[in-house]
């Protein structure tokens, strides 16, 4: 399975811009990035996915690198509700979603 | 729209006993996946329904895990005999089968502690 890898926790400012990486050195033509967060005492919850250009909804935006290698999740303005863990995945159609460690995300008031 | 739902969201058993954890997806999603993360560890895999169907089974630890989905509609996983390393939290996901990489919705997940 392609693997991708992301720093174990991060710390934001409320209302301040937040900058998730994800590193996908080995990614294939067919891998889509997805992103997941799981906030505490609740299931993951999906939010965003792209394959080659930047992609954005209510919830983030995700820039993805030219030769997609890497990608970022931004969240536009922190939330003390955006404190949760962030998990990078690389899926291809018919794939399961696997989950790695991800990212834990502090946001400080 | 109702969501993913899961019951119980607790469960306190001993080891020997037998737990049924069940899912209710999202109405119309064929797709149905079983996820579990024990204390410390990784949300791993479980099992993918299709419809009725097991379509993948690869992340079922042991026989003593059953999964079932009659009819295509909701799923139970069933744990005999329990035992204490099966602690953790069971989730449950949905998805539609219209597009391949449609997002997984999940549910809040069972709690199991066997003790």
């Known amino acids: 399975d392609a693997k991708t890898t992301q720093p174990n926790s991060m710390e934001s400012n409320e209302e301040e811009p937040v900058h998730l990486p994800c590193n996908h050195s080995?990614?294939?033509?067919?891998?889509?990035i997805h992103w997941y967060r799981q906030l505490p005492s609740q299931g993951p919850e999906y939010v965003i996915h792209g394959l080659t250009s930047n992609v954005n909804n209510r919830m983030a935006s995700l820039a993805i690198a030219e030769d997609r290698k890497s990608s970022t999740l931004i969240l536009h303005r922190a939330t003390l509700r955006d404190a949760a863990v962030y998990y990078c995945?690389?899926?291809?159609?018919?794939?399961?979603?696997?989950f790695g460690p991800g990212t834990s995300l502090s946001v400080i008031p | 729209e109702a969501g993913v739902t899961q019951f119980p969201s607790h469960s306190v058993i001993e080891k020997g006993q037998t737990v049924t954890l069940r899912c209710d997806p999202i109405s119309g999603h064929d797709n149905l996946y079983w996820y579990r993360r024990v204390m410390g560890k990784e949300i791993k895999f479980l099992l993918h329904f299709v419809k009725e169907s097991k379509q993948d089974e690869s992340g079922m630890p042991n026989n003593r895990f059953l999964a079932e989905r009659t009819g295509g509609t909701y799923s139970t996983l069933k744990v005999q005999p329990a035992e204490l390393e099966d602690s953790g939290v069971y989730f449950c996901?949905?998805?539609?089968?219209?597009?391949?990489?449609?997002?997984?919705?999940f549910g809040s997940g069972t709690q199991l502690s066997v003790l």
């Open positions: 995945i690389l899926k291809t159609s018919y794939d399961k979603v696997i």
């Open positions: 996901a949905s998805r539609v089968t219209a597009s391949t990489n449609e997002k997984l919705f």
């Open positions: 080995t990614i294939s033509g067919t891998d889509y």
